[in-house]
């Protein structure tokens, strides 16, 4: 058990609609990071929060935004959904700042979201 | 894009057999760490090895890095049924803000 915890488990979605996924992340950490996961392929990076701002980003269209609450929990949204966006959506929680480098993320269990 | 590829993509063995998988990566790293995934659930953290490291030992598992060669071995030794998953290496950067970056992975069986 890593402590972070998503939600929903599984999501059945239609093509065009939005989605909104929801991480809490691991106590004591401050940094919030989003992955796709595509079947039989790695997780891909989305997007990363930081103090309740965007970090980071991969290479993800503007319709995957993402939020940062002050307990640092983290949401992700996906609007005009896609067949190509079913896949694992992954959130990982890390220690950043204040000196702390080369800490290890700690994933979630993930939330499987098919789009038809 | 992945910057880690594992290798080999499958390997199966029986119990009580070593198992060894490659990373290989192509940019310059903070760290790397290495993971396990259950039947596309979600991934449980092994072990994160420093650039500044050699190699590393947790229970059953090494992890070797060679940062001139850009890659990585895990090795699991004495593997069990329960070590049946797949396993990604992940490279950690640091240009700003730190992300990992996976390889896609080696599906390890292992059969009683």
């Known amino acids: 058990e890593t402590g972070v915890t998503q939600s929903p488990t599984h999501l059945i979605k239609t093509r065009g609609q939005q989605v909104t996924l929801r991480c809490s992340s691991q106590s004591g950490h401050n940094t919030v990071s989003w992955y796709q996961q595509a079947l039989g392929q790695g997780p891909q990076f989305i997007f990363q929060y930081y103090r309740e701002e965007e970090n980071g980003r991969g290479n993800f269209p503007p319709r995957f935004s993402g939020l940062q609450f002050p307990n640092y929990s983290s949401e992700l949204n996906v609007n005009a959904l896609e067949l190509d966006d079913s896949a694992l959506y992954l959130c990982a929680s890390s220690l950043e700042g204040q000196g702390a480098r080369n800490t290890e993320a700690f994933f979630g269990q993930g939330t499987r979201l098919t789009v038809v | 894009s992945q910057q880690g590829e594992e290798d080999p993509q499958a390997l199966s063995i029986q119990e009580g057999e070593n198992a060894t998988m490659n990373c290989s990566y192509k940019?310059?790293?903070?760290?790397l760490q290495w993971y396990r995934q259950n039947s596309g659930r979600g991934l449980v953290h092994l072990i994160l090895?420093?650039?500044?490291?050699r190699e590393k030992h947790s229970g059953r598992l090494r992890v070797t890095l060679d940062t001139s060669k850009k890659s990585s071995s895990l090795l699991i030794t004495a593997s069990r049924a329960a070590d049946t998953a797949s396993y990604f290496c992940?490279?950690?950067?640091?240009?700003?803000?730190?992300?990992?970056?996976f390889g896609k992975g080696t599906m390890l069986l292992v059969s009683p």
């Open positions: 090895i420093r650039s500044n490291e």
């Open positions: 940019t310059s790293i903070n760290n």
């Open positions: 992940a490279t950690g950067q640091n240009s700003g803000y730190s992300t990992l970056t």
